[in-house]
């Protein structure tokens, strides 16, 4: 998500978002803000540095960016907000979406109206969360909702909220009539939930494989950042993050968890992790910020996996035990969505 404003005044870290990866086929690029000239300009900018879609965000929930008439803000001005769309679409050739929530808050749930009002406007599919911006993420998403306005609407409908499964993924568009879904707290909890999805079968990798995910990340985060001191404190800035959300893991095989799932959402419920004899899993599961940090610097002061490996393996050593394994149930992000 780019904040339109700052790429205006040409802030490079702002136009960093607006740059793919060769190996990426399908790059998008979610802008925020409201003003009719200055989406449309930032749509133009996307497009020029080879964006193949670009969408509004009208479902970030943070105060930093409602405060400023952005994100979930617009959900309450869905003619407004029709206006929005349209100047992006008759700004760029490549397809307008848009990203919205239920609402703004419990009492006025005006999702149907606002798909609408984008739908009017040009835009060519429409992502749902099913909750408000009151809610963040503190209750399941309405999935009955999204497909109420996934029926009601012409264009494509991409539906999004507690999907950590691949079992999930397939009860939820078979129950909403949706397109598609969307993925994001649950895919950085298991960044191989994607390939879960596409294969439909459900991967229950080893302490040494999720390890291996990991290792993954540090090696993008050198590519990206560099491996001098400057790009390790870069790489800092992200790496004890993404492990709040990777230590948060539950093996949740369909046949066990299947049936509960369609009850409530297995990302919703608090579910605890099993008790583990690996040391290795003890450390990928503690959920505490100073091991995060521990682990972050281990990872990025090793020279190879094998090292790597071993320095976190020591480490898991010589931590005091944690009183219990996180809860699956994740807390509200400041992910935009």
Known sequence: MAVVRKLLRGSSSEFALLKSHPDERCF??????????????????AESRG?????????????????????????RKPTRLGRLVAAMKAAVSIPVTVKLRAGWHEDKVNVSDVARACEDGGADAIAIHGRTREQRYSKAADWDLVGKVAAERGVPVIGNGDILTAYEARERRRRSGVRSVMLGRGALIKPWLFREIKSGETWLPTPEERFSVLWRLVELLRAHFGEDERGRRRAMRFLPWHLNFFCRYVPLPEREFAEQALEHPLLQSRLQVPPSFSPLERLLGDARPETHASLAEALLDSPSRDEALERSRRLAESLPAAADRPELRVASSEVAG
Not at 31 to 38: G, M
């Open 28 to 45: 998008g690029v979610q802008l925020a803000d409201k003003k009719v000239e200055s989406l449309a300009e930032g749509a133009r900018l």
């Open 51 to 75: 964006a193949r879609f670009v969408d509004l965000n009208c479902g970030c929930p943070i105060d930093e960016i409602t405060r400023r008439g952005l994100g979930a803000s617009l959900l």
